[in-house]
T-cell receptor, first 113, second 114 residues
Framework: DSGVTQTPKHLITATGQRVTLRCSPRSGDLSVYWYQQSLDQGLQFLIQYYNGEERAKGNILERFSAQQFPDLHSELNLSSLELGDSALYFC????????????FGQGTRLTVV | AQSVTQPDIHITVSEGASLELRCNYSYGATPYLFWYVQSPGQGLQLLLKYFSGDTLVQGIKGFEAEFKRSQSSFNLRKPSVHWSDAAEYFCAVGSKSSGDKLTFGTGTRLAVRP
């Protein structure tokens, strides 16, 4: 158990809908990362937050957004969903910004139908 | 831009045989290198990491990896594979200058023959 909790574990939704994925980092970790794992793109970095502020952006679509709350949990919002958004979404956390050992949650599997 | 190449998509070995999974990276400075394992339906578990120092690093579950700067490689090895090692293995590279985000290889799926 990495200590990173992601909910829900599975999500099935229709095209055009909006969903929210939640991540609770390890206790004390300030930095949260979101990754997308899909069959065609592999594991790709989406976005990083550190202590409530956006720190780095990767290949994140404009239809996607994220935030980190004062209690350090993070949410990834996916809107106007398309079939191609079906993927496993991972959250990872690190203690500090600049700490490269990341601990991953078990992921949320999103299926868009 | 940093990149990671895992040239083997699938590997099958017999239980008890030795294993080597290949990883090559491209990065301008000294990278931080990682191996993660993903079992079916599970998240990513860190096997081992290299930041600096001794180029042969030991990890969990009997795995080790060797950083070879001249070859830009960080191959994962295990002397005797167990059936429970069947999983997908990902090599990743990161650094402080990249904002600590990890760049992953495409993964190698390991099957173990009884």
């Amino acid at each position: 158990d990495s200590g990173v909790t992601q909910t829900p574990k599975h999500l099935i939704t229709a095209t055009g809908q909006r969903v929210t994925l939640r991540c609770s980092p390890r206790s004390g970790d300030l930095s949260v990362y979101w990754y997308q794992q899909s069959l065609d793109q592999g594991l790709q970095f989406l976005i990083q937050y550190y202590n409530g502020e956006e720190r780095a952006k990767g290949n994140i679509l404009e239809r996607f957004s994220a935030q980190q709350f004062p209690d350090l949990h993070s949410e990834l919002n996916l809107s106007s969903l398309e079939l191609g958004d079906s993927a496993l979404y991972f959250c990872a956390s690190t203690l500090e910004d600049g700490d490269t050992e990341a601990f991953f949650g078990q992921g949320t599997r999103l299926t868009v139908v | 831009a940093q990149s990671v190449t895992q040239p083997d998509i699938h590997i099958t070995v017999s239980e008890g045989a030795s294993l080597e999974l290949r990883c090559n990276y491209s990065y301008g400075a000294t990278p931080y290198l990682f191996w993660y394992v993903q079992s079916p339906g599970q998240g990513l578990q860190l096997l081992l990491k290299y930041f600096s120092g001794d180029t042969l690093v030991q990890g969990i579950k009997g795995f080790e990896a060797e950083f070879k700067r001249s070859q830009s490689s960080f191959n994962l090895r295990k002397p005797s594979v167990h059936w429970s090692d069947a999983a997908e293995y990902f090599c990743a590279v990161g650094s402080k200058s990249s904002g600590d985000k990890l760049t992953f290889g495409t993964g190698t799926r390991l099957a173990v023959r009884p």
